[in-house]
Each structure stands twice: as structure tokens, then as C-alpha cells.
């Protein structure tokens, strides 16, 4: 028997992430690693998590080691409700509310219950490889919008609306990360904010707001979510835990009208049942006891300085012609080499000098941009961020045209 013969369709057309293979070539303890997505284990706040636990495990031990409903623990819900009404404006109850296994598996679930082989897709360009992959089985199109130092270009995005309107044709949804956006690291204007939400509602389309990096600002203004400004439940908003709690607890929560939450409980019964429910009411007592509130200032004085650090080393030795974004938040930034360079080319000589990122191109459905790479500031210290950028620059330095 040929195994590979009996795949299904959809196994046949998964690939594997990018970015997950290349970081299988930087996990040599000499290479000096700006590729990977991660927080910093020293933003974990371990004893508070076990302060919690502790307590947890002593008040409501069966309840918490028992299976949990696919919606999630409703106490937990209860208390994102009361996060999203208070802090940011959003009206909503548990009933709004579905807890996922990370962002990740809230983007696979969207595109089951909504996406048809063909379907259009609106997304920024570079978007999140994550959507890509969890989008890449049921074959959609993808539309890209240009981006610049205030995000998605929504005059861009009218012009698309307007033609594929014009051609008797309407995208399945807007998929944007508006603040600190990943690969990026822009943030989307209050204007143009204000700018898609009305194109929305203009041409009846979904928008899927992903939130992971929001709480994690630096410098400038807080600007409202899009879900903030929503008034005809078009917005689907996707925040999460793994930024400013622990990425091993797998905890975030997708937010929609009920209608959406409802067939999205249907498809994760098939995939997981419930989501981890241990982790559910430590993120509960982590917003309920005020932990969290505290620890962010934490978070944010550690990743402010590697961001200012990163962005000073930049400036001291890339080379003229290397431009890069200066972000107010989150954990990346996007570096654009003079034309006719090629990032991916230029890896391998990279992990030679012991340093390496992620080519631009994995972050654009048809792969181009080749001259463009995201590096990210929060996981490696200072002294790598030092170490590395000087590797990194030698090698741009060796490569230009």
C-alpha cells in the first residue's frame, strides 16, 4: 500500500510552517536566534502562577482537574466579559465568548466553519503566517492590501471592495492584526480604524480582528479595537493569554456574535472537546486578583528596552540603504533590504555567522518581497541583541548589490 495514495484531499494539501522548519536550523546553542515568536521567560510570572495554583488545587481541586464545557469554564468567561466591558469598551457576556487553545486554533476553526475552496480572503500585506497555515486546507483566495507605517492602506482596501463588487464578487472576511501587527510591527491609524469599520459595514464583510501583542505598548497613545467600534457584530475579535500570562497554557478566547460562537463550539466538539480547563481558572484568578493588571508594567519595562536597544544597534551599524519599521509595541519589526537583494538567499550565509531571522516571503501567500526579513527583539538579551545585529549587519554588508 501506498500511504501517501490515501490521504484525504485536505492531508494532501497541508504544509508545514515556515517558519517552524527554519527554526530547526537555529537551534544550534552558538547561533544567535531574532526568528522565533517568543515571549521571554523572564515576563512568566512563576510564582504568582503557583501562588494560584496552590490555592486552586487546595479550594476547588476536583473542579478544576475535571473535563470542562467546549464553550469554557463560564466563571472564566464571566471574568473576560467583565475585562472587555470595563477595560476596553466592548459589550459582551459569556455568551460571546469562546475560550480556544491559543489564537491559533481560533483561526483553524473560523476557517472550517467559513471558508470554501475559493472563497476571497482580505489580508494585509505581510500578514501572520498562522493564517496562512490554518487557512492553507480549504483553498481560498487571498486578496493582499499594502500596509505603511500606519497599517492596512483602507483606501487600497475601498478600491478592492469597490471592483470585486463591481465583478458580482464579496470576500469571505478582513483578516488584520491592527496593533503592533506581526510580521510588521505597524499600528493601524484611529482614521483608518474608524475607515474599515465602515467599509464594512458598507460592503456586509466579516472582519477578524487578532489582538495577541495589544497590551504590550511601549510608546505613543492607546487606540480603541475595532471590536470597540463595532455596532453591527462584524467584528471577530481573537485575544489571548500567551503574551502576558504563559504561551504553555494554550489560553485565548474568540469573540463574535452568538450565531458565530455557536456553529465555532460545533466545530472544536470535533477537534478537542474543551480547552484545558486548569489553565482556564488560573487566567481567572490572574485577571479577578488584580495580577494582571499588575504585571504588564512588568512585562512592558523588560520589552521596552530591548525594542529601544534593538533599534539603537540598528541604527549604529546597518548599512545605508536597509530600512526597518520602529514599532510602538509588541514584539517585531520588518526590515526591507535595497532592491534586487534576496533575504532567503542570504539565510544560509546568516546561520553561518551564527544569526538568523525570517525571510519576508514566508509571510506573503505568493512568496515575493524576497528583499525582506522580521526579526524579534523580546526573547534574545541584551548582549545577543548586541552580538547578533553586528553578525546580521556583516552579512547585509557582504551581500549588497
Known amino acids: 500500500m501506498r500511504i501517501e495514495d490515501e490521504f484525504s484531499e485536505i492531508a494532501k494539501n497541508l504544509k508545514a510552517s515556515e517558519i517552524r522548519e527554519l527554526l530547526k536550523l537555529t537551534q544550534q546553542p552558538d547561533i544567535?536566534?531574532?526568528?522565533?515568536?517568543?515571549?521571554?521567560?523572564?515576563?512568566?510570572?512563576?510564582?504568582?502562577?503557583?501562588?494560584?495554583?496552590?490555592?486552586?488545587?487546595?479550594?476547588?481541586?476536583?473542579?478544576?482537574?475535571q473535563y470542562g464545557s467546549t464553550e469554557g469554564v463560564n466563571s472564566f468567561r464571566d471574568a473576560l466579559s467583565e475585562m472587555m466591558r470595563n477595560k476596553y469598551g466592548v459589550s459582551v457576556t459569556k455568551d460571546n465568548i469562546l475560550v480556544t487553545a491559543g489564537s491559533q486554533q481560533a483561526l483553524y476553526l473560523l476557517a472550517k466553519i467559513f471558508i470554501n475552496p475559493g472563497d476571497k480572503v482580505i489580508i494585509e500585506a505581510p500578514t501572520y503566517i498562522g493564517i496562512l497555515t490554518a487557512f492553507q486546507s480549504y483553498k481560498p483566495e487571498y486578496k493582499e492590501i499594502e500596509m505603511d507605517d500606519d497599517g492596512m492602506r483602507t483606501d487600497l482596501l475601498e478600491e478592492t471592495l469597490r471592483s470585486m463588487r463591481k465583478e458580482g464578487d464579496k470576500p469571505k472576511m478582513i483578516y488584520t492584526i491592527p496593533t503592533f501587527q506581526n510580521p510588521a510591527g505597524v499600528t493601524m491609524s484611529l482614521d483608518r480604524r474608524k475607515h474599515l469599520i465602515e467599509l464594512s459595514e458598507d460592503y456586509d464583510v466579516l472582519i477578524v480582528e487578532d489582538d495577541p501583542y495589544g497590551e504590550l505598548r511601549y510608546s505613543g497613545e492607546p487606540l480603541p479595537l475595532l471590536k470597540s467600534l463595532d455596532r453591527n457584530h462584524n467584528v471577530i475579535y481573537l485575544g489571548t493569554f500567551s503574551k502576558i500570562l504563559s504561551p504553555g497554557f494554550r489560553m485565548a478566547h474568540l469573540i463574535a456574535h452568538e450565531e458565530i460562537i455557536h456553529?465555532?463550539?460545533?466545530?472544536?466538539?470535533?477537534?478537542?472537546?474543551?480547552?484545558?480547563?486548569?489553565?482556564?481558572?488560573?487566567?481567572?484568578?490572574?485577571?479577578?486578583?488584580?495580577?494582571?493588571?499588575?504585571?504588564?508594567?512588568?512585562?512592558?519595562?523588560?520589552?521596552?528596552?530591548?525594542?529601544?536597544?534593538?533599534?539603537?544597534?540598528?541604527?549604529?551599524?546597518?548599512?545605508d540603504g536597509v530600512k526597518w519599521t520602529k514599532p510602538d509595541g509588541g514584539m517585531f519589526l520588518w526590515v526591507t533590504l535595497p532592491d534586487g537583494m534576496d533575504?532567503?538567499?542570504?539565510?544560509?550565509?546568516?546561520?553561518?555567522?551564527?544569526?538568523?531571522?525570517?525571510?519576508?516571503?514566508?509571510?506573503?501567500?505568493?512568496?515575493?518581497?524576497?528583499?525582506?526579513?522580521?526579526?524579534?527583539?523580546?526573547?534574545?538579551?541584551?548582549?545577543?541583541?548586541?552580538?547578533?545585529?553586528?553578525?546580521?549587519?556583516?552579512?547585509i554588508r557582504e551581500e549588497l548589490p
Open 32 to 65: 544567535i536566534s531574532f526568528a522565533g515568536g517568543l515571549p521571554n521567560p523572564e515576563s512568566f510570572p512563576v510564582d504568582t502562577i503557583k501562588k494560584i495554583i496552590d490555592s486552586l488545587l487546595e479550594t476547588e481541586g476536583a473542579r478544576i482537574l
Open 263 to 319: 456553529k465555532a463550539v460545533l466545530a472544536k466538539q470535533g477537534i478537542d472537546l474543551c480547552t484545558n480547563t486548569v489553565g482556564q481558572f488560573v487566567a481567572r484568578e490572574y485577571i479577578s486578583r488584580g495580577y494582571l493588571e499588575n504585571h504588564i508594567p512588568k512585562i512592558i519595562e523588560l520589552y521596552k528596552r530591548k525594542r529601544d536597544l534593538m533599534l539603537d544597534m540598528l541604527e549604529d551599524h546597518f548599512p
Open 343 to 395: 533575504a532567503e538567499k542570504m539565510f544560509h550565509r546568516a546561520i553561518q555567522h551564527k544569526v538568523a531571522y525570517v525571510i519576508g516571503s514566508a509571510f506573503f501567500p505568493r512568496r515575493n518581497h524576497k528583499n525582506t526579513m522580521r526579526l524579534n527583539f523580546t526573547y534574545p538579551t541584551d548582549e545577543q541583541i548586541k552580538v547578533g545585529v553586528v553578525r546580521l549587519s556583516k552579512v
